[in-house]
């Protein structure tokens, strides 16, 4: 439950003192330990420890935005944004760039409407954060704008607003902004419009960067585990020496007043969905915000919501879903319903306006239950560094930094009485405060191949190659890369010391790992394998709706019952189809795990598969699949999928088909379901893993009566994949009319999990496409071409057979399809020609083995690990042996899995756009 959180956001982001006085630093306020110090300067520090953390969240906020941006200048703010990471004074050009990947876990900016953030998140490691601390100073005070930047990031930005752009549900919001405000105020996208962004000087920008980014104008905001008295140290060092400058008042937004909105209905006609929104909106009044924050629960939530029983459980839509916007200059709830071709839109839309503006009011236990969900979420949210450090910033930017109004306001919704509730739904979510909007189809016209022309055909910017920086000494990266694998031994062999591993009588494995974890919560996974391809063939929906249905009723509870239980145990619990198999997580506080455990078990022991459950779920599932497939990405997958297609229809493992699937689902039975459960449900192929402030010989006893006395039914084979050798393959295939289009790519490998090469092969992917600013194919598509705004390298080894696949992705302007491909094959033929660089491949290291063992200090990572390494007989000792192995690369070995395995004769690329040529349905 999120309180004045901006849950939708127009965020954009890049992927993306001395020591021995604190004389500066003034205490300013503390709440729930949480403090706030401040500057001389003006400037603020909020500062939220929490020593259960194995990381640290910096966020710099200047308290300035879009709504500042000069008139005739919008998207100024976020373009210098975007300049603010091409170096500083000290620190020049690329490296400033290169230390923040060096010493982070990741980093990120975006701008919205009244703020500009910049987002660090680094080990708690001393040296670690004392940099960012130092490249933040830098960036606040001493940041070079280069005019030499200014075209490239323009067209990145350009990228950016394209691909947003193409999203129907921001398009409906632009909408509605601007019916409101005009051009101006929040009817101007923080992003900027391409014309007003060419017209922008540099003068103007260094006007912007002085005025704004001013200390007094700043607020940083920590939290995690850290040394108190050495931030405090470090920050009055970097920070105290940047004087305070005025700092004019923001640009004030109108109260809105939505009655008097002249246009109240708007229509995107974008990709595949059917959709109805009714926007109640109006200025701001914090009064309300408790009330309205928690009403996407009350009309939503399964099964108790108001909306989702009158639209979903009917069949009169396929979901229900709901938003909140509270702000400091406006309140926004969204109410939608997404529906199918062959419901009928008109009542639609009179039953989502007769839910929510003539429902009954709610009664107490509606309430509470939904104020307990909102406790929850509190108190998850103050065990993570993360979360709390977002929700501190942005109230320190809605409340004008009083960021203890978020602890006033989880206050106020505890105090909520029933009466007040009601009364202030009734008032808000009202006719005259009501916008209207429709999401419907891509007209068909828009679905027709377009002719690019040859005038029309795009050119890259062709910047001129600049001399490349001298080699960093790679021995700075081997030191961490040394210091990293011994911290990861260290926590490898601590942990394994506490986890016990055995054996049911059955034979089902278990791995027990009794410790305290950061959230205060025990986990625990179960995975049950059974059945083989051949006995499997042709059940995958089947095993799908099995796995469904399962925690929606069981002869004893209903599924009412089982989400206040969830709710009751402060956790949840969840079944999912895993290859031939199914997955269940089971997960509550401490104190109330064992009975929260014990009730599930008996729930997944006895589940009920009503018809109406069933009956709901195949609906469901049919009005979901009942669209075009025509979105660019869409079109690309599932044109990569046909063409790597090595199975037959029936198979697990056959690709996605949306008329096989509609067919397989409309022959599915209620029965089928029962039949399927009673087959495969018990089995004694299976691993369990318990995680958390639990009694070890007490748990093995329940798990040993839960599941020891369990005897296969079936035959069971693990279902792998194989690997194939693809003939190269450049399809170019036709999506709807969208700005951007879809590249997807794939390079099959003989290689798995545990092959002696995949060590090299992670080193290789990452030094691919693992940053969006310094990776080999960040500098050829995005930093010399402006090609894409988002693109990523993976790779994907199994873990049971030597089978695997190196991936690239990329989001393309329509119409730049070739220049992308040519792009992506230049880059691997450099690779292939001249390899990759010792700095590469030492700094790829660093940053694999950083993340490596960040993994191992939070137990719930290692939780996760558990049930994989129980059925492939391995502990957490086997991923030292990794360790040490990818300690050991060098650049000739990284070179040669180059050599090896980057065979472009088995490359195979897709992409779709509007220019491409349409694909023979399968």
Not at 342 to 353: G, I, P, Q, R, Y
Not at 881 to 910: C, G, N, P, W
Request: neutral net charge.
């Amino acid at each position: 439950m999120l309180m004045r959180f901006k849950q939708l956001t127009f965020s954009l982001c890049l992927i993306g003192l001395s020591a021995a006085s604190w004389s500066q630093t003034v205490l300013v306020k503390s709440e729930k330990n949480i403090e706030e110090y401040k500057l001389d300067n003006g400037f603020r520090v909020i500062l939220a420890p929490n020593d259960k953390e194995n990381k640290v969240y910096v966020n710099t906020v200047y308290l300035t935005g879009s709504l500042n941006d000069p008139k005739g200048k919008g998207g100024l703010a976020h373009l210098l944004e975007h300049l603010a990471f091409k170096g500083t004074q000290n620190v020049k050009g690329e490296e400033f760039q290169r230390r923040l990947d060096q010493y982070t876990l990741m980093t990120n900016a975006s701008t919205d409407y009244y703020s500009t953030k910049y987002l660090n998140i680094v080990r708690p490691e001393k040296n670690a954060l004392n940099e960012i601390l130092y490249l933040e100073s830098e960036r606040m005070d001493k940041l070079v704008l280069q005019e030499k930047f200014v075209p490239s990031e323009i067209e990145i930005v350009k990228r950016e607003r394209e691909i947003r752009m193409d999203q129907p549900f921001a398009v409906l919001l632009d909408q509605m902004w601007k019916a409101a405000y005009g051009n101006q105020y929040l009817g101007r996208l923080p992003i900027g419009d391409l014309p007003e962004l060419k017209s922008i000087k540099m003068n103007e920008l260094n006007q912007f960067y002085r005025t704004w980014y001013a200390p007094n104008n700043a607020v940083m905001v920590i939290s995690g585990k850290f040394d108190k008295a050495e931030v405090l140290s470090k920050i009055d060092q970097y920070f105290s020496p940047i004087a305070a400058r005025p700092v004019p008042a923001p640009v004030q937004v109108p109260v809105l007043d939505s009655s008097k909105i002249e246009q109240r209905q708007f229509t995107v006609q974008k990709g595949s969905d059917l959709a109805k929104f009714h926007i109640y909106m109006n200025g701001k009044n914090t009064a309300l915000q408790p009330t309205l924050a928690l009403a996407p629960a009350l009309y939503t939530m399964q099964p108790s919501g108001v909306l989702y029983k009158s639209m979903v459980e009917t069949g009169i839509s396929t979901a229900v879903q709901s938003t909140t916007w509270l702000d400091q200059d406006f309140n926004v709830v969204f109410m939608g319903a997404i529906y199918a071709p062959n419901h009928d839109a008109k009542k639609v839309d009179e039953s989502l306006k007769v839910g929510v503006e003539n429902s009954q009011p709610f009664t107490e236990a509606e309430l509470q239950r939904i104020k307990n969900i909102t406790q929850n979420s509190a108190d998850t949210i103050m065990n993570d560094a993360v979360a709390l450090g977002s929700r501190l910033s942005d109230y320190a930017i809605s409340s004008h930094g009083q960021w203890d109004q978020y602890f006033k306001d989880l206050q106020a919704v505890q105090d909520l009485k029933l009466d007040d509730a009601n009364k202030t739904l009734k008032q808000f979510l009202v006719s005259s405060h009501r916008i209207s909007g429709d999401i419907l189809p891509t007209p068909e016209d828009q679905k027709k191949a377009m002719t690019l022309k040859a005038e029309d055909k795009p050119k890259t910017l062709d910047q001129t190659a600049e001399k490349p920086e001298p080699m960093k000494d790679p021995s700075v990266y081997k030191q961490e890369v040394a210091q990293f694998v011994a911290q990861s031994a260290q926590e490898l062999q601590k942990n394994e010391q506490k986890i016990k591993r055995g054996e049911l009588k059955n034979g089902i494995r278990y791995a027990l790992f009794p410790t305290s974890t950061r959230d205060d919560k025990t986990y625990a996974t179960i995975s049950l394998d059974f059945g083989n391809e051949k006995s499997l063939f042709g059940k995958g929906v089947t095993l799908d709706l099995t796995s469904y249905l399962m925690l929606r009723g069981s002869e004893k509870h209903t599924l009412q019952e089982i989400t206040d239980k969830a709710i009751a145990a402060s956790g949840g619990a969840s079944v999912s189809s895993n290859g031939n198999g199914f997955t269940i997580v089971v997960q509550a506080k401490k104190d109330k795990f064992e009975d929260f455990l014990n009730f599930i078990i008996d729930v997944i022991k006895q589940p009920k598969f009503s018809q109406t459950e069933f009956d709901l779920a195949k609906n469901q599932s049919l009005s979901v699949l009942d669209r075009p497939y025509t979105e660019p990405a869409v079109v690309a997958s599932m044109t990569l999928s046909k063409i790597l297609e090595i199975y037959q229809p029936g198979d697990l493992r056959y690709h996605f088909e949306p008329e096989l699937a509609k067919k397989e689902i409309s022959n599915s039975t209620q029965a089928q379901v029962k039949q399927f459960y009673d087959q495969f449900f018990v089995t004694d192929h299976a691993q369990i893993a318990v995680t958390g402030d639990f009694d070890a010989k007490k748990m093995q006893k329940t798990l040993q009566k839960a599941f020891g006395s369990w005897k296969s039914k079936q035959p069971y084979e693990k279902v792998t994949g194989q690997y194939t050798v693809y003939k190269a393959q450049k399809v170019h295939a036709l999506s709807e009319q969208r700005e951007f289009g879809s590249y997807q790519s794939i390079l099959a490998l003989p290689v798995g999990s545990y092959h002696q090469d995949a060590p090299a092969l992670i080193v290789l992917s990452h030094i691919l496409g693992n940053s969006q600013l310094s990776s080999r194919l960040a500098q050829e598509l995005r930093e010399k071409n402006a090609l894409v705004y988002g693109f990523g390298s993976g790779l994907d080894l199994d873990p049971d057979v030597n089978d695997g696949t190196l991936s690239i992705t990329a989001n393309y302007t329509s119409g730049r399809s070739d220049q992308v491909s040519q792009s992506v094959h230049k880059v691997l033929n450099e690779l292939l020609s001249k390899g990759v660089t010792e700095q590469e491949v030492e700094a790829a290291k660093a940053d694999i083995m950083k993340k490596r063992v960040t993994s191992l200090e939070d137990e719930r990572n290692i939780h996760g690990m558990l049930t994989g390494q129980l059925e492939r007989n391995k502990t957490l000792l086997d991923r030292a042996t990794r360790d040490q192995a990818l300690a050991k690369l060098t650049k000739a070995d990284v070179d040669a899995v180059i050599k090896k395995y980057i065979k472009l004769d088995h490359f195979v690329e897709v992409m779709a756009d509007q220019y491409g040529q349409a694909q023979n349905s399968q």
